[in-house]
């Protein structure tokens, strides 16, 4: 059995094909990773072409700095949504920072106005993350009880599980939800792992 720590040989594998300068290793990496990027890019900046910005710097710097990721800090998908998250903080606070100073707001309730939307947004992205990187059976019961507003009972019929089990995937869904605005801390990508 392998270690509970070591990281997946995949992830493994990835970095070293990339640290050797292999094209084919980057476009397998955009297509696995593409979108969660993009996705997370756009829940913070809510702006599409900003997002495909933020989507081709996190593969460029991923191309150019493949050993920034350490596998004992967690997988490899955590740390480019870390990646992502953090360039796309940074252009919220650069874009809208520079909007307060040319409109002359630059008192200090314009900066919490513009640190609660980074929170906000950081929130939004992680719990948005969190969502995609559950197991299926906790996200399935989730999007029948938010989306289609079944019950448990519902939702077990549904999924053709006992109703307890139905009790116990949506309890453990939203606690794994709940953790998005626990951690959610103004510039750090908190919970998504080595990438700060």
Not at 16 to 29: H, I, N, P
Not at 65 to 83: E, F, I, M, S
Not at 152 to 163: F, M, P, S, W
């Amino acid at each position: 059995m392998a270690k509970k720590d070591a990281p997946p040989r995949w992830d493994r594998k990835m970095q070293q094909r990339l640290a050797r300068g292999e094209a084919a290793a980057l476009g397998e990496l955009y297509d696995r990773f593409a979108s969660l990027v993009h996705g997370l890019a756009h829940r913070v900046l809510g702006d599409e072409r900003a997002a495909d910005g933020i989507t081709r710097e996190v593969f460029a710097h991923v191309w150019e700095h493949p050993d920034a990721y350490d596998p004992k800090q967690g997988p490899l998908r955590t740390w480019v949504a870390a990646l992502a998250h953090r360039l796309a903080v940074q252009r919220l606070r650069a874009t809208e920072t520079a909007a307060l100073a040319e409109a002359g707001h630059g008192s200090a309730e314009a900066t919490e106005e513009l640190e609660r939307r980074v929170r906000h947004a950081s929130v939004a992205a992680r719990a948005d993350y969190i969502v995609q990187a559950m197991p299926a059976p906790l996200r399935a019961a989730l999007e029948l009880a938010y989306f289609q507003r079944r019950d448990y009972r519902q939702t077990a019929a549904d999924l053709g599980v006992t109703e307890d089990e139905a009790r116990r995937r949506l309890r453990l869904g939203l606690q794994l939800l709940s953790t998005a605005h626990d951690a959610a801390s103004p510039g750090t990508p908190p919970g998504y792992g080595g990438a700060a």
